[in-house]
């Protein structure tokens, strides 16, 4: 029995050194808190810690019972691919076409309102991500760094103005008039807000820009230190387009926008607005044709992140059919769930032309500013391409409806 055991003798350090690599120490704890989230929800759980929880909650947060959220990420995580094996994989192109401009990857950045807030690099820390990695980027009327100063951050950068039609329609216009000599190149009229969504966590919390001083507020300074401390010492939080307002935000919505925006709005903004126009927020077939009609060169299957109409739709699962009725028209965009990578394949697969990230790169901001965009786009990056070569796919255009199953329910 003996004779069959290893021999076992006393260690050398000359065995041992081969088997131990000396892991370079990080010394910056941001730098060290990224590198250890691996997916976009690890940057989530690491963004809670970091911001004080109105601000975690406005951002992760959806309306009413937050079902329109929650389907939406399970149709992601339901839905099955098909892979193809043995192909050469060796090399990936991931870039793709989007309003007739190559892009590097079938994604972008949505617009996304008070992004100062979740980081005090705001904006500015996202269109130098978008930038560097050459993914567009959408800024929000509700943005908190102004039309000219995203442009002259990233001048390169593809950048596209999403507009809310306001009451007053003489501001809309101006806004379209900077937005187009800033340099931005199409516009991304949102259609899904003609009152406030009902974001009952931003209720509870009490939220408002700018925040308002209670106990409440003290107790989280004395656990946010660096967040307030970044908030005081950085220029004041105004709005992209408007200054001077200390209510509530679903306040704030409702004194902006308008209920009584109908189709002769959307043409009114076609005249004063000579480029590419995308219209998001289409959560149906025939709302989808009504667009294609009007000769909107994209349109977003959206619920908005599930912030607005609770129990919406889920944009994935309109894909197929309006890419069939209107594809040939107008370019089809998904967004609303999109946690991974893989999520952003299969919604390419299924015919989407561009997908839209929201949190995902939010996250990160929140989690460390520029650095924390940067991480989130790389897990994007990383994981579409690994998806693609796992699926035995070498290029977006090869990705079509056979690579994925959508399970009945
Ligand atoms: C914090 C936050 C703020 C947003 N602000 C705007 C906005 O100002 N304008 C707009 O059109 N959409 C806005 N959206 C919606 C996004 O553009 C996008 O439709 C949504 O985030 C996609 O879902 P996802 O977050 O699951 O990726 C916002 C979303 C979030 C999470």
Redesign the pocket.
């Known amino acids: 029995m003996t004779e069959h055991m290893s021999r076992r003798q006393l260690p050398k350090w000359s065995g041992i050194k081969p088997l131990l690599r000396a892991r370079p120490v990080e010394f910056n704890a941001t730098n060290r808190r990224l590198a250890r989230a691996l997916t976009i929800a690890d940057l989530r759980t690491a963004a809670r810690r970091r911001v004080p929880r109105a601000v975690f909650d406005?951002?992760d947060g959806a309306a009413e019972g937050e079902i329109s959220?929650r389907r939406a990420r399970r149709m992601f995580q339901t839905l099955e691919f098909s892979p193809s094996v043995l192909h050469d994989v060796s090399g990936v192109d991931t870039t793709c076409t989007v309003l007739g401009r190559a892009s590097t990857a079938p994604f972008a950045f949505?617009?996304?309102?008070f992004t100062r807030l979740m980081h005090h690099e705001g904006e500015r820390a996202v269109v130098h991500v978008a930038e560097r990695h050459g993914i567009p980027y959408a800024l929000?009327?509700?943005g908190t760094t102004s039309i000219e100063d995203v442009a002259a951050a990233a001048p390169s950068a593809r950048k596209w103005f999403?507009l809310y039609v306001w009451k007053d329609r003489a501001a809309g216009e101006e806004l379209m008039m900077r937005a187009r000599a800033a340099g931005f190149e199409a516009l991304m009229l949102?259609v899904d807000v003609p009152v406030a969504g009902n974001r009952l966590r931003d209720v509870r919390n009490g939220f408002s820009i700018p925040p308002t001083l209670s106990a409440r507020t003290l107790a989280d300074i004395a656990t946010h230190p660096a967040w307030w401390a970044n908030l005081i010492t950085t220029e004041p939080l105004t709005f992209a387009s408007l200054s001077g307002w200390d209510r509530t935000i679903a306040e704030l919505i409702d004194a902006l926008f308008d209920p009584t925006m109908t189709m002769a709005d959307l043409e009114w903004v076609r005249s004063c607005w000579p480029g590419p126009l995308i219209v998001?927020g289409i959560q149906s077939l025939d709302d989808a044709r009504r667009m294609a009609e009007a000769g909107v060169e994209a349109i977003v299957l959206?619920n908005?992140?599930g912030?607005q109409l609770d129990r919406a739709p889920v944009p994935l699962s309109l894909v197929p059919e309006v890419v069939d009725a209107v594809g040939d028209r107008t370019e089809v965009w998904v967004?609303?769930?999109?946690m991974s990578g893989a999520d952003i394949v299969a919604a390419v697969a299924l015919g989407a032309r561009t997908v839209?990230?929201?949190?995902?790169y939010?996250y990160g901001l929140m989690a460390g500013g520029e650095r924390g965009v940067e991480r989130a786009t790389g897990i994007l990056e990383r994981e579409m391409r690994r998806t693609m070569q796992l699926l035995g796919v070498r290029s977006v255009g090869e990705l079509d409806r056979r690579h994925v199953a959508i399970p009945a329910h």
């Open positions: 406005y951002t959220l949505a617009p996304t309102g929000s009327t509700m999403q949102t998001k959206s908005h992140g912030r967004d609303t769930g999109v839209l990230v929201g949190r995902a939010l």
